[in-house]
């Protein structure tokens, strides 16, 4: 059987020394080795395909390499499990695990959850919620590098770095497209009180129309829950009864359950889509948005990469000894991307 590669092997095949190779392979050579040498290295390990003993490397940097992940509920969730699986992705990628517990929207389990991860000698947390919310951050959070995810700190003065969608600019980007289609008059659902995105989307949808010198009608923007019924309800609300002049060509809404409700409401109606009635999701909520009839446009949420951010910076930290925001801030903005389908088309004509 072929014998496994050595540290000592890839030093010889790149002509550097071991002590070289530790650095460079343990993320550590910048400032340290040469970057010709690290290419060497790095090319080096890949011909005899060696890659440093995790478990060594661990007990060498009073490590564990081992990070916990605290959610309220996107493990038990049909929603946001992306987000997650961006940050593990990254974590694997830098030879670390990561070990999730889900408090199931209990609140009065974030603490234990956090010092049981703690118990366990992780070298760092995470915590991460369904939708945008403000989050009482357990106190252990303080004790190791830790990131928020999709939460922001709902402390006077925040502790922890937070990564969030760009909520402003998704709603306003959504707008921009229906703008851009020629709809003038555009209606938006815009979700629930109780929802810090909901505002922010709401603030988009205005910078939108005040940006192209048109007003926004104060009845075509209203609160309208998150989910079908409520979107059906909204719908009916706006276009039942109402002539073709007199209809909102578009209705944009702040998440895609919501837009299935406009889409359903529309059937009832006799309105075609996008014919008649453009119709703009949010979110792009996985095996909602590509296979409604018609397939929703929509604003993606970018859950993934919010993840991968900020297992990211956590682990930049770890590494580093410096604090997750020793950049400076406490916030980090991944914007949303927008998915354009068949519900969206130019705005029909009255003739």
Not at 28 to 53: F, T
Request: include cysteine; hydrophobic fraction near 45%; charge should be negative.
């Amino acid at each position: 059987m072929q014998r496994k590669a050595t540290a000592l092997d890839v030093a010889k095949r790149a002509g550097v020394s071991r002590s070289a190779v530790s650095l460079v392979l343990n993320g550590r050579g910048d400032g340290n080795v040469a970057k010709e040498s690290q290419d060497r290295i790095r090319q080096a390990a890949a011909e005899l395909n060696y890659s440093p003993n995790p478990i060594a490397l661990s007990l060498r940097n009073q490590r564990t390499r081992v990070i916990g992940i605290v959610s309220d509920e996107v493990v038990t969730s049909p929603f946001d499990g992306n987000i997650i699986g961006g940050a593990d992705d990254v974590a694997r990628s830098r030879g670390f695990v990561t070990v999730v517990m889900d408090t199931e929207l209990d609140s009065s389990r974030d603490a234990s959850a956090v010092e049981t991860l703690l118990d366990r000698q992780v070298d760092g947390l995470m915590y991460v919620t369904v939708g945008l919310k403000p989050l009482d951050v357990p106190q252990g959070m303080l004790r190791v590098p830790s990131v928020l995810a999709n939460c922001i700190d709902n402390a006077p003065v925040p502790r922890l770095h937070h990564v969030i969608p760009d909520e402003v600019s998704g709603g306003r980007e959504a707008t921009e497209h229906l703008l851009g289609l020629g709809h003038r008059d555009i209606a938006f659902l815009a979700g629930a009180q109780s929802s810090p995105a909901a505002p922010l989307r709401v603030q988009g949808f205005r910078a939108a129309f005040d940006s192209a010198g048109l007003p926004v009608r104060a009845d075509r923007v209203f609160l309208a829950g998150w989910d079908i019924d409520t979107g059906f309800n909204g719908a009916m609300k706006l276009l039942d009864g109402v002539s073709p002049a007199e209809r909102p060509t578009a209705i944009m809404c702040a998440n895609d359950r919501l837009a299935v409700g406009v889409v359903l409401a529309a059937a009832r109606l006799g309105l075609s889509v996008p014919r008649d009635l453009s119709i703009m999701g949010y979110d792009d909520e996985f095996r909602i948005a590509n296979t409604m009839v018609p397939a929703l446009t929509t604003m993606a949420l970018p859950l993934r990469d919010m993840g991968a951010t900020a297992m990211t910076r956590l682990l930049d930290a770890v590494e580093s000894g410096d604090p997750v925001d020793s950049a400076g801030t406490l916030e980090t903005m991944v914007p949303c991307r927008l998915v354009i389908r068949e519900s969206t088309g130019p705005v029909p004509s009255l003739a």
